[in-house]
């Protein structure tokens, strides 16, 4: 019987951790190979009997699994380990490898909020020769000016491009014990607090000078990075903050849900997801703030003496440091907006948007061209729609809209009639999404209308209100007569076999990605003048390009279902609720197949709300 390969990897976790540890053990499985045996082993404290049976249950021929309970061996210096927020004492477990371990030469440790996408195996023989660790340069360092002086100034590092994770490394307890590196731990613990960064940093500090770095591919955290092409990732590290299973827009979030949904711990983790409060968001961003702060704090109690290299350099930093708070203000707005769909989402109010629109100024009887049959109306339309399809490509050339895919165009093509488009809203730029796939389409000679906001017509400033005014849009009205030119236009314009694109969530939630409840109005306009609704519902990845607000440009699927014809045996207002429902079910098939989880709202029912009270 051939001998297999030893790949020994060690994690160290508490309790709170185990379902995550059973998702980074899943992925491991995944991409395991037989000619190699996986010795996991788990360092711990506190963890429940009921929890150690559910991992071990994860082994298989090749993948053996051991809890180490550490308790007896930290327990002379527990008390010197320092630790903050939502980190926990088995953090430092890794460094006390090297004398636990005699019969081990080299051994991979891996933190528990990470996903394999390749065989660790491959890491683990990496080559480090003599050096004390094979690590990856840390990603939120390198991308945060305050946390680059810290490291040089407080750590000592020469450079923060030396400044390594400690999640993924490659340990060579051969030479860390001739080293005599657990000694000169429990020596620098006695005389220095690192509170930023805890043991990474006391790893960082000891081990400089004798790292092997390694390709990021190894260590990928959720932060974009043009150079790196999502194929070649081996290793997704959900570090800090950017957890998938509190978050919904987290970059990579897919390839972790891949493998909850295996694991026997996937409810456990949606509960998670879905019961994580808007408190605990707050506490999130105020932990962010504070451990600038504290990194900030600390830089700034060593004294600069250091020599200036160039003014260059200086400016380089100041500039940095400027578009780093930038993007920190305008990743703050988009998460006070996520911060309020949360909340919007868990009282039920889908309709409502989020974000201060402008105040509506009524629509007079007349006021609006509804039909386009002045002069001066086409011709600010041809003008309004050249400049829009200009944007649209400007936006398209710097990857600001970025459209992956057009699934179902035949079920457009085959409508001879005219129609009405549904379409989930995200984005004030989806609109150009649905607009490309109409142009894919085969009707050439026909107009597809939009159908916006009074105030959006009324008091829009800028470039959009422009747009908003003149690019073929069917403005809503709360004059009733202006209303009534509204729906008289509707019909004559679908009549004409045009198309008109109606969101029937009737907000915008930004980067939302569940269908929401839908409007009675798409579908009665559809039932009253016996057209078809085309359900359209467009489905997003992160992609690897970050926007100015800090956050990952989305990539777009624009998925166009059969249409759906109303009942003329029903009456106008039973056929439309039909049509409701089913498109609504439509979209919730597409979200729940595209994303592989169900549809899930956080919304509280009336009976908590009474028991909340009580």
Known sequence: MQKLNVVPIFFAVDDGYIPFLGVTIQSIIENSSEENLYEIKILYTNILDTNKKRIMKLEKNNIKIEFVDLNYYIDSIKDKLYTRDYYSKSTYFRLFLPNLYPEYDKVLYLDSDIVLLDDPAKLYNTDIKDNLLGAIPDEIVGFTPIYREYVEKVVGMDSYKHYFNAGVLIMNLKELREFNFQEKFIYLLEKVTYSVAQDQDYLNRICKGRVKYLNVVWNKMPIARKSINVKDIKLIHYNFAHKPWHYESVLYDEYFWKYAEKSEF???????????????????????????????????????????????????????????????????????????????????????????????????????????????????????????????????????????????????????????????????????????????????????????????????????????????????????????????????????????????????????????????????????NKVPIVPMFITMKNSDIIGNDGFPILEYYINIEKPIYPNEELSVKEAANAMKEENYNIWKNIYEAFYKKPLEYTTIKSEDKKKETV
Not at 444 to 472: A, C, D, H, M, Q
Not at 474 to 499: D, R
Request: neutral net charge; hydrophobic residues 35%; aromatic residues 10%.
């Open 266 to 528: 996937f409810d456990d983790i949606k509960k998670v997801q879905i019961n994580y409060s808007e408190e605990e968001v707050k506490e999130d961003k105020e932990k962010g703030k504070k451990l600038l702060e504290l990194a900030q704090l600390e830089a700034d109690c060593v004294g600069q003496d250091r020599k200036v290299r160039s003014l260059k350099r200086i400016n380089e930093y100041i500039s940095n440091y400027r578009k780093s708070n930038d993007l920190i203000k305008q990743s703050e707005d988009r998460l006070a907006i996520l911060e309020e769909i949360s909340k919007l989402e868990k009282e039920g109010k889908f309709d409502i948007d989020p974000e201060k629109d402008p105040p509506t100024i009524p629509i007079m009887p007349g006021e609006v061209d509804y039909l386009n049959e002045k002069l001066t109306n086409k011709l600010k339309t041809t003008v309004a729609n050249t400049l829009a399809l200009g944007f649209f490509k400007e936006l398209l050339r710097k990857n600001q809209l970025v459209i992956k895919e057009i699934n179902g165009i035949e079920n457009l093509n085959e409508i001879e009639s005219g129609a009405i488009i549904t379409c989930n809203h995200f984005n004030p730029l989806d609109v150009f999404a649905v607009e490309t796939a109409f142009r894919t389409s085969n009707h050439k000679g026909k107009t597809l209308y939009k159908v916006i906001r009074e105030g959006n017509y009324t008091n829009f400033p800028g470039f959009y209100g422009y747009l908003f005014r003149n690019s073929n849009t069917l403005p809503l009205a709360t004059s009733t007569k202006a209303m009534i030119e509204f729906v008289n236009a509707v019909e004559t314009l679908l009549s004409e076999k045009n198309f008109i694109l109606i969101y029937p969530e009737q907000s915008l939630w930004w980067n939302y990605r569940k269908p929401r409840p839908l409007k009675n109005g798409a579908f009665k306009f559809a039932s009253k």
